[in-house]
Nanobody
Framework: QVQLVESGGGLVQAGGSLRLSCAAS????????MGWFRQAPGKEREFVAA????????YYADSVKGRFTISRDNAKNTVYLQMNSLKPEDTAVYYC?????????????????WGQGTQVTVSS
């Protein structure tokens, strides 16, 4: 069993920044790719970013490239999402997910474990 707990969401003005954290427990993560997804009201869950746990490769959705940065701290089993230059369209519930593979995927169906989500609201 893997547990993922997100934190760091909140309300921020457009142009501001937030850093989300995802603390993982229950298993070693040397073979897990970690991802961030988001879901706005009435929309499907969409891929935001992913990081391969073992080789540190990163992947981003076009909509966040250049503004968001995913990183991880192996010693703390924690993944981060630094979000800069936030826009109102970034408003959503953000979810952390773990995939038992060293290969990235942008499909939420390919991820095995999910956190409970954290709300990010960007005001204009």
């Amino acid at each position: 069993q893997v547990q993922l707990v997100e934190s760091g969401g909140g309300l921020v003005q457009a142009g501001g920044s937030l850093r989300l954290s995802c603390a993982a427990s229950g298993r070693t993560f040397s073979s897990y790719t970690m991802g961030w997804f988001r879901q706005a009201p009435g929309k499907e869950r969409e891929f935001v970013a992913a990081i391969s746990w073992s080789d540190d490769n990163t992947y981003y959705a076009d909509s966040v490239k250049g503004r968001f940065t995913i990183s991880r701290d192996n010693a703390k089993n924690t993944v981060y999402l630094q979000m800069n230059s936030l826009k109102p369209e970034d408003t959503a519930v953000y979810y952390c997910a773990a995939r038992y593979s060293n290969y990235y995927s942008d499909s939420p169906y390919k991820y095995d474990y999910w956190g409970q989500g954290t709300q990010v609201t960007v005001s204009s």
